[in-house]
């Protein structure tokens, strides 16, 4: 329980600082709660913070264009932060390669649904 709290404020952090992810946390403090409280999963489950970053993606497996460009956007920008700031030419083709994979994974594996769908 005590580290899906954790995860929790973790992922509610990174709902405002681009530099830690949101999602992987958020589903991180979903299993947990479920795990050790379903009381407290089940208050977290009906929250705006899952309902606007988790819900659909559980649900469905799908997330709309503005909630999957919202995730990679910033992402990319800080990936491309690090790409300026390294000198090293084959850790800037690995970063160039993250970026790619993270887009392609977004792109084919998660479905993209309507806004409000």
Same mark, same amino acid.
């Given at each position: 329980?005590?580290?899906?709290?954790?995860? *929790?404020?973790?992922?509610?952090? @990174?709902?405002? !600082?681009?530099? *830690?992810p949101t999602?992987?946390?958020?589903? *991180?403090?979903?299993?947990?709660?479920?795990?050790?409280?379903?009381?407290?999963?089940?208050?977290?489950?009906?929250?705006?913070?899952?309902?606007?970053?988790?819900?659909?993606?559980?649900?469905?497996?799908?997330?709309?264009?503005?909630?999957?460009?919202?995730? *990679?956007?910033?992402?990319?920008?800080?990936?491309?932060?690090?790409?300026?700031?390294?000198?090293?030419?084959? @850790?800037?083709?690995?970063? !160039?390669? !993250?970026?790619?994979?993270?887009?392609?994974?977004?792109?084919?594996?998660?479905?993209?649904?309507?806004?409000?769908?």
């Amino acid at each position: 329980m005590a580290a899906g709290v954790v995860f *929790l404020v973790i992922g509610a952090v @990174g709902v405002a !600082l681009p530099v *830690l992810p949101t999602t992987p946390f958020l589903l *991180l403090a979903s299993f947990c709660l479920a795990k050790g409280s379903r009381r407290l999963h089940e208050w977290f489950v009906g929250t705006q913070l899952y309902q606007n970053h988790l819900d659909s993606f559980v649900r469905n497996r799908a997330m709309t264009l503005k909630t999957k460009l919202g995730i *990679l956007f910033p992402a990319s920008v800080m990936l491309l932060l690090a790409f300026a700031a390294m000198q090293n030419v084959y @850790g800037r083709g690995f970063i !160039l390669f !993250l970026i790619l994979l993270k887009y392609i994974y977004f792109f084919t594996r998660i479905r993209t649904i309507r806004e409000g769908a």
